[in-house]
């Protein structure tokens, strides 16, 4: 799930009036993973200040009513360890490849074997693929190459971008593969996912269509470049893969975040329970677990589809956006929380702060070791109209 629908996700509760504002304008690497935190507030920030985000090239921000209901209490599902037993978090640096600085681990196989990041130059995405802790710059055969997500085979999807222009692809065995969209003019988003069979999803909407007008839903087998239209009901965007093909996601209506659901490959779905009033998205799944979002708040949701439980984490614009197969999950500011509590992850040095990015079944978390600026100096350049420099970040590890 990319920050740019989170963003919108997050906001749709901010009724704005008409304006020329774009959210290109407010948030120019709209998919970067990277410093989840920084992005999201700098973003949420510069949108308030403006009073709005419209023109939206995926999915709209939906205005809702402005009175919040109260967050039900926390209730912690019954297979999530009790808060005093989980081990410490351990941190470890990777590697950097040569010739390449600036880069974040973004997500990792439920093994914790393959890790995928990516490195920057100028606006453009460098991919970066670790192998039992070995890391390789893949090869860039378009302006941008951003890695988002790997399989327990080292199986990589991301997508490809040529004069603007995102495509899919697989990269497998040292071999790209660019994974087609249907006929006509598409354009997919937020971010391909994969299941541990190689199994590629994805939304797209024909391009110039705004808030999802017109999206659909694409499978691509594993092995295959061409795509299978998922039969989801009429609004209905997936987001991640689970290995026996249960999607979820949800239904968006009049272009924002609606129910959140899980559907089998059938698109036979199961609606996922929110409090009353308000509205709901999922965005990852891994065993037992789902997580996602839930508006106006934008507090961490956590169901549980054994038992039908869910567990709200009281966050300000902070949904899940990572969970394992025990329930542990990552938030869209970098937090990892477990049994309900935040878990401490050590930080390098003194002068930085760690951001979760996703989480393996075995425990192994990645992320980024962000360098804060020294805010005397960070004021004495805003205010002498200088260019104010991107926090140094560095891909870590955390084993929990």
């Not at 998205?281 to 997580?291: H, K, R």
């Not at 935040?342 to 990645?366: H, W």
């Amino acid at each position: 799930m990319s920050d740019e629908q989170r963003l919108r996700d997050g906001l749709e509760s901010i009724a704005v009036p008409p304006s020329r504002v774009r959210i290109e304008t407010v948030l120019p690497i709209a998919r970067q993973r990277a410093l989840r935190r920084t992005a999201a507030r700098t973003a949420v920030g510069a949108a308030l200040a403006v009073g709005v985000l419209v023109g939206v090239p995926s999915v709209l921000l939906r205005p809702t009513a402005a009175k919040t209901p109260p967050a039900p209490a926390l209730q912690r599902p019954s297979s999530v360890p009790a808060p005093a037993s989980p081990a410490a978090c351990r941190v470890g640096e990777l590697a950097a490849p040569k010739g390449l600085t600036n880069i974040t681990a973004d997500a990792v196989d439920p093994t914790g074997r393959y890790i995928v990041g990516n490195g920057t130059e100028g606006q453009d995405f460098r991919p970066v693929l670790w192998s039992d802790g070995v890391p390789k710059a893949l090869p860039v055969i378009a302006d941008s190459v951003q890695a988002t997500a790997v399989n327990p085979s080292g199986v990589v999807v991301g997508l490809l971008t040529r004069k603007n222009r995102d495509t899919v692809f697989r990269y497998e065995n040292g071999r790209y593969t660019e994974l087609k969209l249907p006929a006509g003019q598409w354009h997919p988003y937020p971010e391909p996912a994969i299941n541990a069979a190689g199994d590629v999803v994805i939304n797209a909407e024909p391009r110039g269509n705004t808030g999802g007008k017109g999206a659909i839903a694409l499978l691509w087998r594993a092995g295959s470049a061409t795509s299978v239209r998922l039969p989801l009901p009429e609004g209905g965007h997936v987001q991640e893969i689970r290995d026996d093909g249960t999607l979820v996601g949800g239904i968006y209506k009049d272009g924002g975040a609606d129910t959140a659901w899980v559907w089998n490959p059938n698109g036979k779905g199961t609606r996922l329970t929110v409090p009353s009033g308000r509205t709901g998205q999922g965005y990852a799944i891994s065993g037992d677990w789902v997580t996602g979002g839930i508006w106006p708040s934008g507090s961490a949701a956590l169901w549980n589809l054994r038992t039908g439980k869910l567990t709200e984490i009281e966050g300000d614009s902070d949904p899940g956006i990572a969970v394992n197969a025990s329930g542990w999950m990552v938030t869209s500011t970098g937090r990892l929380v477990r049994a309900g509590e935040d878990a401490e992850l050590p930080a390098t040095g003194d002068d930085q702060e760690s951001l979760a990015q996703d989480v393996a079944d075995t425990g192994l978390v990645v992320g980024t070791a962000v360098t804060r600026r020294d805010p005397v100096e960070e004021q004495k350049l805003r205010e002498a109209g200088g260019v104010i420099p991107a926090e140094p970040q560095a891909p870590r590890i955390w084993q929990c």
